[in-house]
């Protein structure tokens, strides 16, 4: 047996025992009634220490103490420790210790993370990371992620944003509803240019977190009446809108509508969407013409409250009261089924159940007043009613929303933002900006924390960093400062006189945002919100705003620095310098961090005892701030007791970042360490590339930073593979775009065809209630001629039948008798003529006789006649007069009669249209209904407009990013190729863009493919092309020594005997031993002589050997590099080029390959050169025995480009 097998079988027989002795030896009378401990695993449950562990398993006291508090969390949390106790309660709210146990405090390594990111929230703020973006933000981001970014293309984004803007500061509030009891919510419903909107007000905080963003409600749109129609539900978790509208329909006869009230319910999705439910039921009265919400509108605008009856569902057809405070115990609901007399009555406490089958009504009778709803077998309900009592009061007055049962308000004025002028830039830069967030504040102190205060710090803070952050990714280095300094601008912001500006105290204005210009000192630690959001802890002090700009404005100057030493040219240097040192200026020196051992080792008792409640004041009682809390260190109590917070390492590390940059600029360095070796000047560059840039005509390749044109180290071939592989992913995303688009507009087209269509219908809805008003019209006049035909029937009818009147009978009878009279009186006319003719006188003389009385009285005989006669006419003219208008009056009677039966047609007639035009209303109606049906659907459909518009969004996002992936990799092609070639071979490649914004970037793809078509061509026409030649170079030759006897300069130089100015100098400098080998010497040009006249040289490779004398498995560690970035590591010294193995058709290229060999100044550095009997790795025998150099020069020659 092993002595590591008996040693482990020992402690374990050694811990079985232990286990065993404290079994028997201890007191476990504490335990609860029924409980035991007499195995190990009980023992485990018992002390939370496994009793079982192996002796494989390394551990530590502190480490099992870790482990069982861990594990008691674990057991209490689950329930297996008893009951939490009343103190734990606090560390199960929201974000909490507890609260936070699965996501990050059952680790050590998360809850470490998460407490770093609690105290310097500021290095972890990112513009693209925030979870609090409004939907107007996150429109904005889509717009600028859709296409190449562009000073245009963010102020027409941002011109959409502040559209949208002004429409929702225009937003009136209609009602506040308040049915959120447990989070003391309250939701506040508004209207602006005829759309509703809705927005959750959070009563229990303070911060402009406390106002969700407004939230529109497309689905009330001329759909209510009034606000009195729609109120705003809690279901458990859920937020219900649910409202009401009138729906008329034919009645059962045809012959008339009913209206009912119908209602409808939405809920909030998780994506800030709304929801249709499909089915709902409302505890609420019946609808009499005033809606019974729980808000009574009043003199002042008061709005009265009440709190809810919930009803508990316990299945399909089962619920129960569950909320007996705001219910008497004693009342009872009644409910039955319509259709039968059964009922059941439910109190508090109680369940019942009550079959609902589809087309079901239930009636629902509380406090006397009946609710008849409509419901089917799949249903929820409401949790509420409205037969409640008075909760609490408010006062919309103006903007402010006042609360009668808390000493709170709440200002819901927006901000006088100036929407026409805010887009020009030049409000965001300098005083005018400043001074219109100025001005705000004057009016309202807590417009950046108040109903609008999200959107201000997204037009002032947000959009900017956004916007920086996105060109600084991209290497765009003036835009992204442009865009910080609309933040913070490290050197001030000055007057028209260049003087620095100053604030309302006094200080100088380094930032632009006046929430950040105000906030000078760190919070205190215990305000600090109890949130892993970083974003909720920089809004809760924005000195984490202030940090995380400050360090996006160094890594901005970084980043421009290394971008410029990247260029390896002199000048570009020094530009690298002055950015590194203007950071360094930033940052201050170093903070002086001393590491001490001062831990006093105290138990975990004294420790859970110093571990209070964070103290926020000092000695003095003055308020202890984060920052004086982190300098004072362990000698102020903050509630952590002898723990320290752990050190801002993401910052200290710029330090260490600008003194490796700043040392390796100092030592003629390469941003990766290597040496470097740089002319005095720069090579003059191509007055037709520069006219080309200055014009705007550097097309594909002024869309990527020169960063990105950098060598890969990939030949052509594989990179013309790759870059066509790339733009087919791109041409396919183009067409998928394209496709995406064609829906999208044939949707909205076909979405615009269904709405006039939907138009139409209504519009002949309309028309045909118009004519059927006409018809009824002229039904109504129809009526009003036959009432008066059937009198006027009636009335000729009855002179008809009564014949002559009795006056007229009189008259006939008087002139009758009149002529009987006159008759009577000639027939005595005759006899009195005669008389008077016989003498009357008697005497003297007979006379007195009238001789002509006979005549005369037969005279007025014939008159008498001619009048009887007359009057004989007159009766028979009467008499006929009076037959002919008895004929014309039952002619009239005829014809009146006549009149009627044809109004009794036209009236039949005239109710069969009215009859038809009922029918083509009630089938209009049917196809209006049927087409809202259809609308609806088609509207609410997966595939619809919402999907094609969220597609083309998203697709038009990926797309640019595609080509802006894809474009790299074609620049990289066209780079390998005139590494291969020659730069001259390619010109005009890739020199006209492919991308139009106006177009989304469409055909991007195709004019990717033409340019790498070009270079195919290119590369046919010259790649076989070329006359292959090899030169080696002895160093000791070319030095003049003869060749092998290097070791006698080499033996000099590490003896520390300066060889002066000599060609193709040896050096060492500190441990290491160099060599320079300048090629421009060995005229590689002429060796073949007019052969290689005009011709271009292309180093193929360069390996080098070094004949020294090398031990057993002994290596050498050297480089080769060229002063312009490239190294290569030699390791074994026989023709080494500095790969493993040399292919020359290998996809990589060698090092050097593609170079000009004439130009190139080579430098070998032998590294660990030391003094001879040090102990470290030492190459100095290697050096010492070294005889020679030797390189292997491999080069191509082509010929020029004319």
């Not at 952590?640 to 600008?658: H, R």
Request: aromatic letters at 10%; proline letters at 3%; charged letters at 20%.
């Amino acid at each position: 047996m092993s002595v590591s097998l008996f040693n482990q079988n020992l402690k374990e027989a050694r811990r079985d025992a232990l286990v065993s002795h404290y079994l028997a030896t201890h007191d476990f009378s504490s335990l609860p009634e029924g409980s035991s401990v007499t195995t190990a695993d009980d023992l485990y449950e018992y002390l939370l220490l496994d009793t079982k562990i192996s002796n494989a398993v390394t551990t530590s006291r502190l480490a099992e103490a870790i482990s069982s508090l861990q594990l008691f969390i674990h057991r209490s949390l689950e329930g297996y420790e008893g009951e939490l106790a009343e103190e734990a309660t606090k560390y199960l709210a929201k974000d909490a210790f507890l609260d936070n146990w699965d996501q990050y405090n059952k680790r050590y390594s998360t809850w470490a993370g998460k407490e770093k990111l609690r105290f310097y929230a500021g290095n972890y703020v990112e513009p693209s990371l925030r979870n609090d973006k409004t939907e107007l933000f996150k429109y904005l981001e889509n717009n600028i992620n859709q296409t190449k970014l562009t000073e245009e293309s963010v102020f027409a984004a941002l011109n959409g944003y502040f559209s949208q803007y002004k429409e929702l500061t225009g937003i009136n509030i209609l009602t506040v509803s308040y049915s959120d009891y447990a989070r003391n919510r309250y939701f506040l419903l508004g209207k602006s240019a005829g759309n509703y909107y809705l927005r959750i007000l959070d009563s229990q905080r303070s911060d402009f977190y406390a106002w969700g963003e407004w939230l529109r409600l497309p689905f009330l749109n001329g759909r209510i009446a009034s606000e009195k129609d729609v109120s705003i539900l809690k279901q458990n978790d859920n937020l219900i809108v649910l409202f009401r509208y009138e729906k008329k329909s034919e009645n059962e006869n045809g012959d008339g509508y009913d209206s009912s009230i119908v209602y409808e319910a939405y809920e909030l999705t998780e994506d800030n969407g709304f929801r249709k439910c499909q089915s709902f039921i409302s505890l609420t009265e019946p609808y009499d013409g005033e809606h019974n919400n729980p808000i009574s509108h009043g003199e002042g605008l008061y709005k009265t409250f009440y709190s809810d009856i919930y009803f508990k569902r316990i299945d399909a057809n089962t619920f129960k009261i569950t909320n007996k405070s705001v219910w008497n115990g004693e009342r009872t609901i009644k409910y039955y089924k319509e259709d039968t007399n059964d009922y059941f009555t439910l109190k508090y406490g109680e369940s019942s159940f009550v079959s609902l089958f589809e087309g079901d009504r239930l009636r629902i009778d509380g406090e006397g007043d009946d609710t008849l709803i409509n419901c089917s077998s799949s249903f929820f309900f409401d949790d509420r009613t409205d037969y409640n009592h008075q909760h609490t009061q408010i006062d919309i007055a103006g903007n402010v929303i006042l609360f009668d049962d808390e000493e709170s308000t709440f200002n819901t004025t927006p901000p006088a933002l100036f929407i026409n002028t805010l887009i020009n830039q030049n409000q965001y830069i300098g005083e005018q900006g400043y001074e219109l967030q100025k001005s705000l504040i004057a009016d309202n102190p807590s417009v950046f924390s108040g109903a609008y205060g999200q959107y201000l710090w997204e037009i002032f803070f947000h959009i900017p960093y956004l916007v920086a952050t996105r060109f600084a990714t991209e290497q765009r280095f003036e835009e992204a400062e442009r865009w910080y300094k609309y933040i913070f601008n490290s050197a001030g912001y000055r007057d028209e006189d260049g003087h620095i500006q100053t604030d309302d105290n006094g200080r100088p204005r380094y930032w632009n945002c006046y929430p950040l210009q105000q906030d000078v000192d760190w919070d205190s630690f215990a305000d600090m919100p109890a949130s892993t959001d970083p974003d909720v802890i920089a809004t809760a002090d924005p000195m984490h705003y202030k940090l995380a700009i400050f360090r996006h404005t160094l890594d901005l100057l970084i980043a421009r620095g290394d971008a410029a030493w990247r260029l390896l040219e002199r000048d570009t240097l020094t530009e690298a310098k002055m950015y590194y040192v203007q950071a360094l200026q930033l940052l201050g020196p170093r903070p002086d961090i001393r590491v001490t051992n001062t831990w006093d080792n105290p138990t975990l008792s004294v420790e859970a005892d110093a571990i209070q409640i964070p103290a926020t004041r000092s000695g003095e009682g003055a308020s202890l701030t984060f920052a004086q809390w982190l300098r004072a260190g362990d000698t102020n109590e903050m509630g952590d007791g002898d723990f320290l917070p752990p050190y801002n390492d993401v910052l200290l590390a710029y330090w260490d970042k600008l003194d490796i940059r700043m040392y390796n600029l100092r030592h003629n360095l390469s941003l990766d360490g290597q040496p470097l070796s740089l002319p005095l000047y720069a090579t003059p560059v191509d007055p037709a590339e520069l006219h080309r840039q200055q014009s705007g005509g550097d097309g594909i390749q002024g869309d990527i930073p020169p960063a990105a044109r950098a060598d890969t180290g990939w030949r052509y071939p594989l990179l013309a593979v790759k870059a066509q592989e790339a733009v087919n992913r791109l041409r396919e995303f183009g067409s998928g775009l394209l496709s995406a688009l064609e829906k999208q507009d044939n949707e909205k087209v076909a979405m615009l065809l269904q709405s006039q269509q939907s138009n139409v219908l209504g519009m002949q809805q309309e028309i045909a209630q118009k004519n059927l008003e006409g018809l009824n019209a002229e039904l109504a006049a129809l009526n009003n001629s036959r009432e008066g035909l059937v009198l006027n029937q009636k009335y000729y009818t009855s002179l008809v039948n009564g014949d002559l009147s009795a006056a007229e009978i009189a008259g006939l009878t008087l002139r009758s008798g009149s002529m009987l009279l006159n008759t009577s009186a000639g027939v005595t006319l005759l006899p009195a003529g005669a008389l008077r003719a016989i003498p009357n006188i008697f005497g003297m003389a007979d006379g007195g006789a009238d001789l002509g009385a006979p005549v005369e009285s037969s005279a007025f005989n014939m008159q008498i006649a001619a009048q009887v006669l007359d009057q004989s006419a007159q009766v028979s003219e009467v008499t006929a007069s009076y037959q002919r208008r008895a004929a014309d009056w039952r002619q009239q009677s005829a014809l009146t009669t006549k009149s009627i039966e044809e109004i009794d047609n036209r009236i039949a007639s005239l109710k069969a249209q009215i009859a038809m035009q009922q029918k083509q209303i009630a089938l209009a109606e049917m196809e209006y209904a049927n087409h809202q049906a259809y609308l609806d659907l088609y509207n609410s459909r997966f595939t619809g407009l919402t999907l094609y518009s969220w597609m083309v969004t998203r697709l038009s996002s990926l797309y640019y990013q595609l080509y802006d992936a894809t474009l790299p990799v074609c620049i990289h092609a066209l780079e390998a190729l005139k590494r291969e070639l020659g730069k001259n071979r390619a010109d005009g490649i890739f020199s006209m863009p492919v991308w139009n914004d106006l177009y989304q970037g469409l055909l991007a793809g195709e004019g990717l493919t033409t340019e790498l078509q070009k270079l195919e061509d290119i590369w046919l026409q010259n790649s076989a092309n070329g006359l292959e030649a090899t030169r080696t170079v002895s160093l000791a030759a070319l030095r003049g020594e003869k060749s092998g006897s290097l070791s006698a300069s080499i033996a000099k130089v590490l003896n520390n005997k300066e060889e002066g100015n000599v060609d193709d100098q040896l050096k060492l400098d500190g441990n290491i031993f160099s060599a320079v080998l300048d090629m421009s010497k060995l005229q590689l040009a002429n060796d073949y002589g007019v052969t290689g006249s005009n011709k271009n040289l292309f180093t193929k490779s360069i390996s080098v050997t070094l004949p020294t004398l090398l031990g057993p498995y002994q290596d050498i560690a050297a480089t080769l590099s060229d002063g312009n970035g490239t190294v290569a590591t030699l390791s074994h010294g026989m023709q080494d080029t500095g790969r493993f193995v040399v292919n020359f058709d290998d996809s990589r290229f060698l090092p050097f390959e593609g170079s000009d060999p004439t130009s190139l100044i080579l430098t070998l550095s032998i590294f660990n050169v030391k003094e001879s009997g040090d102990a470290a790795p030492n190459q100095r025998a290697i050096v010492e025995n070294l005889s020679d150099i030797i390189f292997h020069i491999r080069y191509i020659m082509r010929d020029r480009q004319s």
